[in-house]
C-alpha cells in the first residue's frame, strides 16, 4: 500500500486456491486496492488489484460456482458496485455488478455484505 493508503474494512482468511501448502491467505480492502497475502507474508499471484471505486466494508470469500476445483471467489462491496473475482483476481463473468441509486443515497450501501445458498439447491446459475 502506498503512504497515504489505508485499510477500509477488516481482513478475511482463507484458503483461496485450495491447496495444501500455504494453506491460508488474508484478503484486505483498502482506498486504491485489494491486496491478498499468503500465510508466509508473499503476495499471492494476481494481487493486489486496483479498484475502480472506494472499497467499503470487508470481503467475504465463497465457493459461489459450486466448483472446488477452483478455489474461493472473493466478494467485495464497493462506492458503486459489487464486484466478484476468481483467486487469481480475475474478474468473474457477469461482475461487477452495479449498485443502484448510489448517486442519490450517499453511504446507502456502505454495509457488509453476505453469501447464502437461498433456493437450497447448492448450486449456482
Known amino acids: 500500500m502506498g503512504k497515504n493508503d489505508y485499510f477500509t474494512g477488516s481482513p478475511v482468511v482463507g484458503d483461496l486456491d485450495r491447496n495444501a501448502e500455504n494453506c491460508l491467505e488474508v484478503i484486505m480492502p483498502g482506498r486504491t486496492e485489494v491486496i491478498a497475502w499468503h500465510a508466509d507474508g508473499s503476495l499471492v499471484d494476481g494481487w493486489p488489484i486496483d479498484t475502480s471505486s472506494y472499497p467499503s466494508g470487508s470481503p467475504i470469500t465463497a465457493d459461489v460456482d ?18 466478484i473475482r476468481s483467486a487469481d483476481s480475475s474478474i468473474r463473468s457477469g461482475w461487477p455488478w452495479p449498485i443502484q441509486g448510489s448517486a442519490e443515497f450517499y453511504n446507502a450501501h456502505y454495509a457488509e455484505i453476505s453469501v447464502g445458498n437461498i433456493d437450497g439447491n447448492m448450486m449456482t446459475g
Do not use: A, F, K, V
Open 66 to 83: 459450486n466448483n472446488p476445483s477452483n478455489g474461493l471467489e472473493i466478494i467485495t462491496s464497493h462506492y458503486n458496485q459489487i464486484e
